[in-house]
């Protein structure tokens, strides 16, 4: 089988990037003729837009050996406005070769590049190009890559090997150790060094006159590790096209086993078969029936992918750090339906998945997000050459995000008749720039794992607006934490609903942050020029600093809000007379510097947008009603998160919980909620136990307890707990049933057993197995305790509320859980009640006990055979021994 590679080639536009590529194909014997990008006969500009302009703007590939390796070659964009279709490339590479100017240095874009290829983790060779011009110096560029890339830049073109190892051993302690004891470092050091991103090896050269361009292929073949793949299916894909005829082409990178013809693919929602396998080099494509991984290709008869998703042992990717800044809305001219271009328009959304086109069913118009000017033209292009439409653009606006300063419980509730779901999701601030994350940490004895699934599943299909100005929101993570579900009337589209309820909820409590984009810049201009530059900047709410001069010309370099500065790159042509340049590239999203004025100015109602309601919806005597966000935890069924967590942040949430810390629901209000619930249409009052067990501190204050202490018949104890519920509640057996559950089980046990020895009471320990198809209840004693296994279709609470409903007269029950409606039930059967947290305090408690007590018996007095034994004994022991 022969090795192969998926190497990458970006740059900052101009750089030379697709000259490089086609001085590759060429030298490698792939193309015949040397093509230009000036002559618009670049074997790699496949689109009329692109020779047209002279710049790449959609990624392609070509298939080329380098000696023994297969290289498929990815040529990306390298204007700043097509910076989402390079990073979508970034996800397959094995190794990237990154250009430079030899005329212009390290520029903006370049550095932008640099980060990218870190946090992907991307293997770098760098080709300093356009060394053939005047005024360009090696040895001042190779400084300012060390200075600017990093210090493990080395030169491996022409240079000598003792000074290639005196640096080589400078980046690594094992290549340091090589070169001391032998004065020789191996080249598989080196690849290894190179793989692990700690070497970068550099060549220069001119790509137009092949100069450098085969010291460059030779050091690839030479200093790059073949990747090993796993036998198991996975494939990333990272592009979404068309072809002339129409066939929508999903491209991905297969990395791990083989695919063929007709194989079926899916995500876990979709499931489609493979028409055809085509292996593209530049326009043309190779049609096989069987591909290998390791190789980047394209499928048809795919039609619900999306770039950067992941099949079969393949994770998805996460959202890209270059996105689009500005928001427009696309005009048409007069007679062309806008929603009937709708559908158009998301074929194109397909392909560049950043453009976010939206409809706004207010305004009756449709907004897309885009990077810059030119990207709008290559849009007007690409609609008016594939729809035979003419559009244009407005003036465009920034695009605005919102975040959380603070960690709260959000809610959600959806009981119309028929109808249940209840979320609770945890909002947590995330770091600048991390997007939005998404975990479970809720039990699933509380949620089956389907209806968790489908939560998060729920969470990542659609942008969430915030509640100042409608922007998405970023920079936080959202955990599910609790949930509940009704066994008849629960639906699929019920957590839906309440999830966005929840996430929404969640965010009026929070302390919102509205964000807006900015960029870092880089001013080049006349020196005269830097004191009108600096109070422009200051102008523009920017930050900037003077990073070098020569007398004559200076270079600002800072950041500034995307909204001040879109526009002054006409203002330097202007004042500087066509001298000064400026460089922009996106820096992130930061705090808004005038976040009111904003937000007045868009004027959002967060309660008043019906297509993302804070609301819940609760049910009562058989009719769904309406609870404000507000007063939602006023009537929720599951107990709060972070009140039972003791979480100090809830307390400083508007809204008061239905549990905290320190206050428990007392019997009264039990009883209001049982006549105004199950017993709302008996016409008689509910006529349950008021039982004061030894848990009844719950409900009063001990001083009334003594004064209304009652002489009782002694009943046989008993202690029921909920096993996995326990488990889940238990930081040190939650981690451990996440890598093995049956051990937490067990650990489980061995504490109760040992608990029981102390107590004079029976324990009954109930574990789900409700969905173990055809499982009969199954009850087994372990050690001096039981364990029941419950059958098919029941639930722990629901063993548990039956046993103690059946037994409450007989027996003294006391339930060990930390499921809030399930406190109510139990306490409404008449029933104690032992929070999770107290029950591993008694068991703490208990251990420690037994370790003193253990500790004590070695302290006791010892008996030895010598003292019993008389002085003429003791003479004959002495005397045989």
Same mark, same amino acid.
């Not at 032998?182 to 001119?206: D, M, W, Y």
């Not at 696309?330 to 976010?356: N, S, T, V, W, Y």
């Not at 016409?683 to 009334?704: A, D, T």
């Not at 608990?755 to 055809?774: H, M, W």
């Given at each position: 089988m022969m090795k192969k590679l998926v190497i990458g080639i970006l740059a900052h536009v101009d750089a030379g990037k697709t000259t490089l590529a086609e001085s590759m194909l060429y030298l490698s014997g792939k193309i015949g003729n040397l093509g230009r990008v000036d002559n618009k006969d670049a074997f790699l500009d496949t689109y009329e837009m692109e020779r047209a302009r002279g710049i790449t703007i959609f990624s392609k590939q070509a298939v080329l050996d380098i000696g023994e390796i297969q290289v498929t070659l990815l040529d990306t964009p390298g204007h700043v406005d097509f910076s989402a279709e390079m990073e979508r490339t970034l996800q397959v590479l094995d190794y990237a070769i990154l250009v430079i100017s030899g005329a212009d240095g390290v520029q903006g874009h370049t550095k932008t590049l640099w980060r990218l290829l870190h946090m992907y983790r991307i293997p770098v060779f760098i080709f300093v190009n356009k060394m053939d011009q005047k005024g360009?110096?090696?040895?001042?560029?190779?400084?300012?890559?060390?200075?600017?890339?990093?210090?493990?830049?080395?030169? $491996?073109?022409?240079?000598?090997?003792?000074?290639?190892?005196?640096?080589?051993?400078?980046?690594?302690?094992?290549?340091?150790?090589?070169?001391?004891?032998?004065?020789?470092?191996?080249?598989?050091?080196?690849?290894?060094?190179?793989?692990?991103?700690?070497? $970068?090896?550099?060549?220069?050269?001119?790509?137009?006159?092949?100069?450098?361009?085969?010291?460059l292929m030779q050091g690839i073949e030479k200093y790059t590790l073949i990747p090993h793949y796993p036998d198991e299916f996975g494939a990333k894909i990272f592009k979404i096209t068309r072809d002339e005829q129409g066939n929508r082409l999903t491209h991905m990178k297969l990395t791990g086993g083989k695919l063929k013809v007709k194989d079926a693919l899916t995500n876990g929602i979709w499931e489609e078969k493979v028409n055809q396998i085509r292996i593209y080099s530049g326009q043309k494509f190779q049609a096989i029936n069987e591909i290998e991984a390791g190789s980047v290709f394209a499928v048809t008869g795919?039609?619900?992918?999306?770039?950067?998703?992941?099949?079969?042992?393949?994770?998805?990717?996460?959202?890209?750090?270059?996105?689009?800044?500005?928001?427009?809305?696309?005009?048409?001219?007069?007679?062309? =339906?806008?929603?009937?271009?709708?559908?158009?328009?998301?074929?194109?959304?397909?392909?560049?998945?950043?453009?976010?086109?939206?409809?706004?069913?207010?305004?009756?118009?449709?907004?897309?997000?885009?990077?810059?000017?030119?990207?709008?033209?290559?849009?007007?292009?690409?609609?008016?050459?594939?729809?035979?439409?003419?559009?244009?653009?407005?003036?465009?606006?920034?695009?605005?995000?919102?975040?959380?300063?603070?960690?709260?419980?959000?809610?959600?509730? $959806?009981?119309?008749?028929?109808?249940?779901?209840?979320?609770?999701?945890?909002?947590?601030?995330?770091?600048?720039?991390?997007?939005?994350? $998404?975990?479970?940490?809720?039990?699933?004895?509380?949620?089956?794992?389907?209806?968790?699934?489908?939560?998060?599943?729920?969470?990542?299909?659609?942008?969430?607006?915030?509640?100042?100005?409608?922007?998405?929101?970023?920079?936080?993570?959202?955990?599910?934490?609790?949930?509940?579900?009704?066994?008849?009337?629960?639906?699929?589209? =019920?957590?839906?609903?309440?999830?966005?309820?929840?996430?929404?909820?969640?965010?009026?409590?929070?302390?919102?942050?509205?964000?807006?984009?900015?960029?870092?810049?880089?001013?080049?201009?006349?020196?005269?020029?830097?004191?009108?530059?600096?109070?422009?900047?200051?102008?523009?709410?920017?930050?900037?600093?003077?990073?070098?001069?020569?007398?004559?010309?200076?270079?600002?370099?800072?950041?500034?809000?995307?909204?001040?500065?879109?526009?002054?790159?006409?203002?330097?042509?202007?004042?500087?007379?066509?001298?000064?340049r400026l460089f922009c590239t996106f820096r992130g999203y930061e705090p808004c510097h005038n976040a009111q004025e904003v937000i007045e100015s868009i004027g959002y109602d967060s309660e008043k947008d019906i297509e993302n309601p804070t609301y819940s919806i609760f049910c009562k005597n058989g009719v769904g009603f309406l609870v404000s966000w507000d007063e939602v935890k006023d009537y929720m069924h599951v107990e709060s998160y972070l009140s039972s967590k003791g979480d100090p942040s809830e307390e400083n949430t508007s809204n008061h919980a239905s549990y905290t810390e320190e206050r428990w629901i007392s019997l009264e209000e039990i009883e209001r909620i049982f006549q105004n619930t199950f017993f709302a249409n008996k016409g008689k009052k509910s006529s349950w136990k008021k039982r004061k067990g030894e848990r009844s501190v719950l409900y009063h204050p001990v001083s009334q307890i003594e004064k209304k202490k009652e002489v009782k018949e002694i009943k046989e104890k008993y202690l029921l707990v909920d096993g996995y519920n326990i488990i889940h509640a238990w930081p040190e057996l939650k981690e451990l049933a996440d890598g093995d559950m049956e051990s937490a089980r067990i650990k489980l046990l061995d504490y109760l057993s040992n608990y029981k020895g102390t107590r004079n009471c029976e324990i009954i320990v109930v574990f789900d197995a409700y969905r173990v198809q055809g499982h009969a209840e199954e009850i087994i004693d372990y050690n001096n305790i039981h364990v029941v296994f419950t059958k098919e279709a029941q639930t722990a609470d629901q063993y548990i509320e039956k046993f103690a409903h059946d037994n409450q007269k007989k027996y003294d029950i006391t339930v060990a859980t930390s499921d809030g409606l399930q406190q109510i039930i139990i306490r409404g059967a008449g029933c104690s009640l032992l929070l999770a947290r107290e029950l591993k305090a008694e068991i703490d408690e208990v251990n420690e006990r037994i370790r003193r007590e253990y500790q004590d018996t070695g302290k006791l007095d010892r008996n030895y055979l010598e003292d019993a034994l008389t002085p003429e004994e003791k003479q004959q022991i002495k005397q045989m021994k």
């Amino acid at each position: 089988m022969m090795k192969k590679l998926v190497i990458g080639i970006l740059a900052h536009v101009d750089a030379g990037k697709t000259t490089l590529a086609e001085s590759m194909l060429y030298l490698s014997g792939k193309i015949g003729n040397l093509g230009r990008v000036d002559n618009k006969d670049a074997f790699l500009d496949t689109y009329e837009m692109e020779r047209a302009r002279g710049i790449t703007i959609f990624s392609k590939q070509a298939v080329l050996d380098i000696g023994e390796i297969q290289v498929t070659l990815l040529d990306t964009p390298g204007h700043v406005d097509f910076s989402a279709e390079m990073e979508r490339t970034l996800q397959v590479l094995d190794y990237a070769i990154l250009v430079i100017s030899g005329a212009d240095g390290v520029q903006g874009h370049t550095k932008t590049l640099w980060r990218l290829l870190h946090m992907y983790r991307i293997p770098v060779f760098i080709f300093v190009n356009k060394m053939d011009q005047k005024g360009t110096d090696k040895d001042k560029l190779m400084k300012e890559l060390k200075e600017q890339l990093d210090d493990g830049c080395i030169e $491996f073109g022409q240079v000598r090997e003792d000074e290639l190892y005196d640096q080589l051993a400078m980046c690594d302690e094992v290549m340091m150790e090589s070169y001391l004891e032998t004065g020789h470092i191996e080249t598989e050091q080196i690849k290894k060094a190179v793989l692990e991103r700690k070497v $970068f090896p550099c060549f220069f050269g001119s790509a137009l006159k092949l100069e450098g361009v085969e010291q460059l292929m030779q050091g690839i073949e030479k200093y790059t590790l073949i990747p090993h793949y796993p036998d198991e299916f996975g494939a990333k894909i990272f592009k979404i096209t068309r072809d002339e005829q129409g066939n929508r082409l999903t491209h991905m990178k297969l990395t791990g086993g083989k695919l063929k013809v007709k194989d079926a693919l899916t995500n876990g929602i979709w499931e489609e078969k493979v028409n055809q396998i085509r292996i593209y080099s530049g326009q043309k494509f190779q049609a096989i029936n069987e591909i290998e991984a390791g190789s980047v290709f394209a499928v048809t008869g795919l039609s619900y992918t999306r770039p950067g998703e992941g099949l079969g042992i393949e994770k998805a990717s996460g959202t890209p750090v270059l996105e689009p800044v500005l928001s427009y809305q696309i005009i048409f001219k007069e007679g062309c =339906d806008p929603r009937a271009m709708l559908p158009k328009l998301r074929q194109i959304e397909e392909e560049e998945p950043e453009l976010h086109i939206t409809w706004d069913e207010q305004l009756q118009e449709i907004q897309v997000q885009i990077m810059g000017e030119v990207q709008i033209e290559i849009l007007q292009g690409l609609i008016k050459s594939r729809f035979g439409v003419d559009v244009t653009f407005d003036e465009g606006k920034v695009v605005y995000k919102e975040t959380i300063a603070n960690t709260v419980e959000g809610v959600g509730h $959806f009981e119309p008749l028929r109808h249940y779901a209840e979320v609770h999701l945890l909002l947590e601030p995330g770091e600048r720039g991390s997007g939005l994350q $998404f975990e479970t940490n809720c039990s699933e004895d509380m949620l089956s794992r389907n209806w968790q699934r489908l939560i998060l599943t729920h969470l990542q299909e659609k942008v969430h607006k915030g509640v100042l100005t409608g922007s998405a929101i970023t920079d936080m993570k959202i955990t599910l934490v609790a949930g509940k579900a009704h066994p008849k009337h629960t639906e699929g589209g =019920d957590f839906r609903e309440a999830t966005y309820r929840a996430v929404r909820q969640g965010l009026k409590e929070a302390q919102s942050i509205l964000l807006e984009p900015y960029y870092d810049f880089r001013l080049e201009l006349p020196e005269k020029m830097v004191g009108r530059a600096m109070t422009d900047i200051k102008r523009m709410y920017g930050t900037c600093e003077i990073s070098q001069t020569n007398g004559e010309t200076a270079v600002l370099v800072g950041s500034a809000p995307v909204v001040t500065m879109r526009n002054y790159q006409k203002e330097v042509v202007a004042y500087t007379k066509g001298l000064g340049r400026l460089f922009c590239t996106f820096r992130g999203y930061e705090p808004c510097h005038n976040a009111q004025e904003v937000i007045e100015s868009i004027g959002y109602d967060s309660e008043k947008d019906i297509e993302n309601p804070t609301y819940s919806i609760f049910c009562k005597n058989g009719v769904g009603f309406l609870v404000s966000w507000d007063e939602v935890k006023d009537y929720m069924h599951v107990e709060s998160y972070l009140s039972s967590k003791g979480d100090p942040s809830e307390e400083n949430t508007s809204n008061h919980a239905s549990y905290t810390e320190e206050r428990w629901i007392s019997l009264e209000e039990i009883e209001r909620i049982f006549q105004n619930t199950f017993f709302a249409n008996k016409g008689k009052k509910s006529s349950w136990k008021k039982r004061k067990g030894e848990r009844s501190v719950l409900y009063h204050p001990v001083s009334q307890i003594e004064k209304k202490k009652e002489v009782k018949e002694i009943k046989e104890k008993y202690l029921l707990v909920d096993g996995y519920n326990i488990i889940h509640a238990w930081p040190e057996l939650k981690e451990l049933a996440d890598g093995d559950m049956e051990s937490a089980r067990i650990k489980l046990l061995d504490y109760l057993s040992n608990y029981k020895g102390t107590r004079n009471c029976e324990i009954i320990v109930v574990f789900d197995a409700y969905r173990v198809q055809g499982h009969a209840e199954e009850i087994i004693d372990y050690n001096n305790i039981h364990v029941v296994f419950t059958k098919e279709a029941q639930t722990a609470d629901q063993y548990i509320e039956k046993f103690a409903h059946d037994n409450q007269k007989k027996y003294d029950i006391t339930v060990a859980t930390s499921d809030g409606l399930q406190q109510i039930i139990i306490r409404g059967a008449g029933c104690s009640l032992l929070l999770a947290r107290e029950l591993k305090a008694e068991i703490d408690e208990v251990n420690e006990r037994i370790r003193r007590e253990y500790q004590d018996t070695g302290k006791l007095d010892r008996n030895y055979l010598e003292d019993a034994l008389t002085p003429e004994e003791k003479q004959q022991i002495k005397q045989m021994k």
